[in-house]
Every structure is written in C-alpha cells, then in structure tokens.
C-alpha cells in the first residue's frame, strides 16, 4: 500500500490545478436574460447583460437560432449591456443559447426557447440546439493557454504514476 499515498497525492495535485484553472468555456452570466424567454419565429427578442459588467459594449451571438450577431450597448450609464434581435421566420422549435462575447474574454449565456404558434407548438417536441457550456472545453477551446497546462498537469501525473509503479515492479521501493 506504499504506492497508494503517493499516487492519491499526485491524482489530489492534479485535481488541484484542474480547479485552479477554472472552466474551459463560458458560463451562465450573471444577470444575462432574454425577454422574452419564449418566443414564436419572427418575434423580436431583447437580451440584457450585466456578465459584462456594468455599462461594457458586448456583441451578442443569436446564430445558434440562425438570427447571427448583434451589437449590445448600455442604455443608460452604467446600466446593463442591451441588445436586440428577431428570431428568423424559418426558426424550428427548440431551446437555443444566445451567447455574449465580451471585451473581457467571458462568455455570459441565456436560453431563447422557439415554439411555434397555438396547438402545433404542442405537437412538435423542442430539441435544444446551438453550443454546450459544459466547462469541458477542448483543444481549440477559447484559452488554449489553460488547456495547455491542463495537458501538462495529467502528463506529469501519468509520469509520476509510471515511474512509481516502475519502481515497485523492481523491488526498489518507495
């Protein structure tokens, strides 16, 4: 059992850097709503964001529901990036991530749900659509710097394991 403490510890700094880190991707903002949340094809839909922080320009991303990009600007000083959009006439039914590339490298999201108008939207069954934020993130993921040292972290975890194990297979101990 000598090799367990020292692997448990290498597996614990891993895990430690891993959190360190933070997520890969974006996230929930705080304060990022869309109004309103429900919308038929050819609404127009206003998104509100204070994941900006206060009285910050953004650029909003409707392409998820095939609206593209917009500009979000405060309408009062200080107040919460705003910005506005209309869901395409060709939109499907479903549950779609409105996204919010700030100055700052965040990403503040809020879902838009498409129905479609009276009995049919009830007949039809929503099918989300548009980009995860499962904070997983991946090799050409938004900061390739964090997703370096999260490779180098597990590659010196899995060299300490190997040469542990190395050790214990020569009778050289621990």
Not at 54 to 79: I, K, M, N, R, W
Not at 136 to 161: E, I, N, Y
């Amino acid at each position: 059992m000598r090799t367990a403490r020292p692997l448990s510890a290498a597996v614990f700094a891993v895990a430690l850097v891993g959190l360190a880190a933070g997520p890969a991707a974006g996230g929930d903002g705080p304060g990022t709503t869309v109004s309103p949340a429900t919308a038929v094809p050819g609404d127009p839909v206003v998104l509100r964001s204070d994941g900006c922080g206060t009285g910050g320009a953004a650029v909003g991303d409707a392409s998820a529901v095939g609206a593209g990009s917009f500009a979000l600007a405060p309408e009062t000083a200080g107040g919460p990036a705003v910005g506005r959009f209309t869901v395409p006439p060709g939109a499907h039914p479903g549950t779609y991530e409105i996204a919010v590339r700030c100055a700052d490298g965040s990403s503040p999201v809020a879902d838009l749900a498409v129905v479609l108008d009276g009995a049919a939207a009830e007949a039809v069954p929503a099918h989300p659509r548009g980009h995860v934020n499962t904070g997983v993130g991946g090799a050409l993921g938004p900061d390739p710097v964090q997703t370096a040292a999260g490779v180098a972290a597990l590659a010196v975890a899995a060299a300490g394991g190997t040469w542990l194990l190395h050790r214990r297979a020569r009778g050289d101990g621990i």
